[in-house]
Nanobody, 129 residues
Framework: QVQLVESGGGSVQTGGSLRLSCAASGLKYNFDSRFMGWFRQAPGKEREGVAAIVTDGSTRYADSVKGRFTISKDNAKNTLYLQMNNLKPEDTAMYYC?????????????????????WGQGTQVTVSS
């Protein structure tokens, strides 16, 4: 079955950095040509899209993280990454990795949660001021 396992979360101070990883297994199509994304959810708030890689390898970012976060993947390792720099207290949330089960879809939907079929268990990121 499909498994997405996140790691790399933790507690940092404002301005710090973290790199999240998401190890994927069981996906039925090539890892290098699928939609994958990072989402986050803070207590009392809705889940929001943070960054995504679409099938042509291009990336999408939420305005709140542009210039600070970078999404990437290692196709040989079936692993998705999220490099987070200059972290702010408002970045505090549970971060989730997501994968879409088909290779087609509207790029404009890549940061919406219902675009994805598979989810990891999440990794907590806490940024203190």
């Amino acid at each position: 079955q499909v498994q997405l396992v996140e790691s790399g979360g933790g507690s940092v101070q404002t301005g710090g950095s973290l790199r999240l990883s998401c190890a994927a297994s069981g996906l039925k199509y090539n890892f290098d040509s699928r939609f994958m994304g990072w989402f986050r959810q803070a207590p009392g708030k809705e889940r929001e899209g943070v960054a995504a890689i679409v099938t042509d390898g291009s990336t999408r970012y939420a305005d709140s993280v542009k210039g600070r976060f970078t999404i990437s993947k290692d196709n040989a390792k079936n692993t998705l990454y999220l490099q987070m720099n200059n972290l702010k207290p408002e970045d505090t949330a549970m971060y989730y990795c997501a994968a879409r089960d088909v290779l087609w879809g509207a790029y404009a939907s890549a940061l919406t949660s219902n675009f994805y079929n598979y989810w990891g268990q999440g990794t907590q990121v806490t940024v203190s001021s």
